[in-house]
């Protein structure tokens, strides 16, 4: 009898895990449909800021953008403030990549975009693939996370505020590695966490390491380019 319960209350739990890892992987998915309309706006909102905001225009969709990005983090488990939250960052984050991949496109081509983003898929498939086979516990790379992103924020804003385009390409490629290493620790956090609770977070930190790939791997191949 005892043996049965064991076997299945690990049944129980296995499913609620697997249950719990798909309903994470369908917020993310429901994040880059709502970013993709995100994209397909971003001309016109774009036009319309830049005549509202002139040159402040980013800085302004910027600031949104991370405002959504700690509101939706802080509300991540609570129904359905969550659902709401996570759609206006992903929208936002899409507005931004649409506005971003266009000025790429237009010093160089849609090329650099869709390597972009294939590139992106790549490292999301070899990264996850990674941690669900390895089954390793991957919170080693915490510390070196932390350094990353650090950079990878302080030093975009340095690049953007003084117009350095080399060193813009340089924090790119930190963004990279960081933003990389990060998708690994969240991504093996998930497999191993015994709160599922709070799909809605653990989407919310993919789609913020995808998105910040997508966007260096499009200024570096477009910066190269161009």
């Known amino acids: 009898m005892d043996l049965q319960q064991s076997w299945q209350g690990t049944s129980t739990g296995t499913q609620s895990r697997i249950d719990f890892v798909r309903n994470v992987y369908l917020w993310l998915l429901a994040g880059f449909a709502v970013a993709a309309l995100g994209a397909l706006?971003?001309?016109v909102i774009g036009n319309a800021l830049v005549s509202v905001a002139g040159r402040f225009w980013f800085w302004i969709l910027f600031g949104v953008q991370f405002g959504t990005l700690m509101f939706a983090s802080r509300v991540s488990r609570r129904k359905p403030l969550n659902r709401i939250a996570y759609a206006?960052?992903?929208y936002v984050s899409g507005v931004i990549a649409g506005i971003v991949a266009l000025v790429v496109a237009q010093g160089a081509g849609f090329t650099p975009?869709?390597?972009?983003f294939g590139l992106t898929g790549g490292v999301f498939t070899t990264l996850s693939v990674t941690a669900f086979v390895s089954k390793r516990d991957f919170s080693f790379l915490r510390?070196?996370?932390i350094v990353g992103i650090a950079v990878m924020f302080f030093g975009s804003l340095a690049?953007?505020?003084f117009h350095l385009e080399t060193?813009?390409?340089?924090?790119?490629g930190v963004a990279v590695i960081a933003c990389s290493a990060k998708l690994l620790w969240d991504t093996s956090t998930m497999l191993?966490?015994?709160d599922f609770s709070d799909p809605a977070g653990f989407a919310l930190a993919l789609f913020v390491s995808l998105y910040n790939i997508f966007i260096a791997l499009m200024n570096l191949l477009g910066g190269r380019r161009r």
């Open 41 to 43: 706006s971003a001309p």
């Open 88 to 90: 206006i960052f992903t």
């Open 192 to 194: 191993r966490t015994d």
């Open 167 to 172: 060193f813009s390409l340089i924090i790119s």
């Open 113 to 116: 975009v869709f390597m972009a």
């Open 159 to 161: 690049a953007a505020i």
């Open 143 to 145: 510390n070196f996370v």
